[in-house]
């Protein structure tokens, strides 16, 4: 059993609903990377078709992925290697199934539910069965497209906070989920 995250820059939403590109933030490189390292996370999927955009990611992936780094930032290199530049969502499935040999249970994240929303509780005991390797799949801007939205095996109910304001930036969402399905203290 492995768990997969995909942080999807393409296709996202405005805030119209509006199929967009959005841009990479370099700190989700690594504020993404670290937490998906300590929660074991086999690979971390950036998913970006621009090519400008993507020269910006792969240079600073193969900055903290160089042998320098392995041995000066061993920590920063560790988490970046699990990083893998991709330029769609299909692309990711096949690199799964070529690695797994099927395709993997794919969870959406969004701030709304839908009719196949799942909660914490639920999703992390079937990660704990181990019978099935899952793909957790972010989106940026407004959220990922209710279409490919609607492809997905489930959609993980919203991080709620103490109120009702609810749009966190996709770094903070990757490492409240993460937590809450794969950690040790969890209850």
């Known amino acids: 059993m492995s768990i997969f995250i995909a942080v999807l820059h393409w296709p996202a939403m405005d805030r119209f609903g509006n199929r967009i590109i959005t841009s990479f933030t370099t700190l989700d490189l690594h504020d993404i990377a670290r937490p998906a390292k300590t929660y ?5 999927y950036i998913v970006h078709p621009v090519d400008a955009q993507r020269e910006i990611i792969q240079r600073q992936i193969d900055y903290w992925t160089s042998e320098e780094n392995k041995e000066k930032q061993f920590t920063r290199y560790e988490s970046i290697s699990l990083v893998r530049l991709v330029y769609n969502y299909e692309e990711i499935i096949k690199d799964i199934i070529s690695k797994k040999g099927k395709k993997p249970k794919v969870v959406g994240t969004d701030a ?3 009719d196949n929303t799942i909660t914490y509780n639920e999703l992390s005991s079937m ?4 019978n099935e390797d899952f793909l957790i799949v972010f989106g940026t801007g407004y959220g990922i497209p209710k279409s490919l ?3 997905f095996d489930y959609i993980l109910e919203p ?10 930036s996709v770094r903070n969402a990757t490492a409240i989920i993460l937590d809450r399905l794969l950690s040790k203290n969890r209850c």
């Not at 990660?127 to 181990?130: R, V």
């Not at 991080?159 to 966190?168: E, F, I, P, Q, S």
């Open 149 to 151: 939205m609607e492809t």
């Open 40 to 44: 074991e996370v086999e690979t971390y």
């Open 112 to 114: 709304r539910t839908y």
């Open 127 to 130: 990660i704990k069965a181990q």
């Open 159 to 168: 991080v709620y906070g103490a109120g009702d304001w609810n749009h966190l």
